[in-house]
């Protein structure tokens, strides 16, 4: 079946601008993961999200990063006023629910110029 | 705080040799333990976890409480081998938000 999708692939934007990256998780997936791979702080993550319950955000580095997931499927992640250090490979990653084994997306490529 | 030290950042050996990925993690809990492997232009993907206690492609990983480690192995390294290596942990309460290391780049020569 199809896997974890992310749009887009790749984002250049300018600082200063705001962007949102989406994933579509595997449907049925009940948890939903975001993490940034950047080459200072290498694998990182960022929020997560499981069924109807509240996101747990502990891991956004600043009130700049926001998520959404909508009807418990698609999840947008915003940047706000994005900076260089926010470039990055953005990953999205779904599982049946938090025991069950994480399946990652592609990833979203963003630089910050 | 958790952490996760892969100690080598790059890694090479011979088809045929043994291998063996370093990692060491910093945690108080019971964690749980990952390796997750990308090869070339492909998703990250769980290569094993600890519970699991499973053997895939020819690894293993055992956890050791008193190391604090949990380092990969395989007896004879194949060319398919050569991938970017993650060890990682979680600590299972209620959500499984993986703390990674920095990764192994692994290269198998013909």
């Known amino acids: 079946g199809a896997g974890v999708s992310q749009s887009p692939s790749n984002k250049v934007t300018e600082k200063g601008k705001d962007v949102e990256l989406r994933c579509d998780p595997i449907s049925g997936h009940t948890a939903l993961y975001w993490y940034r791979q950047s080459l200072g702080q290498g694998l990182e993550f960022l929020i997560y999200f499981q069924g109807n319950s509240a996101p747990d955000k502990s891991g956004l580095p600043s009130d700049r990063f926001s998520a959404e997931r909508t009807g418990g499927s698609v999840s947008t992640l915003t940047i706000q006023r994005t900076q260089q250090e926010d470039s990055a490979v953005y990953l999205c990653?779904?599982?049946?629910?938090?025991?069950?084994?994480?399946?990652f997306g592609p990833g979203t490529r963003l630089t910050v110029t | 705080a958790q952490r996760v030290t892969q100690p080598e950042k790059l890694l090479s050996v011979f088809k045929g040799a043994p291998v063996e990925l370093k990692c060491n993690y910093s945690y108080s809990g019971s964690p749980e333990l990952f390796w997750y492997v990308q090869y070339s232009r492909q998703r990250l993907q769980l290569l094993l976890r600890?519970?699991s206690r499973e053997s895939i492609k020819g690894f293993t990983a055992d956890l050791n409480k008193g190391e604090t480690s949990f380092h990969l192995k395989k007896p004879f390294a194949q060319e398919e081998d050569s991938a970017m290596y993650y060890c990682a942990l979680s600590d299972h309460q209620g959500a499984q938000k993986l703390v990674f290391g920095q990764g192994t780049r692994l290269t198998i020569n013909p």
């Open positions: 990653a779904s599982s049946l629910n938090w025991v069950y084994e994480q399946y």
């Open positions: 600890h519970i």
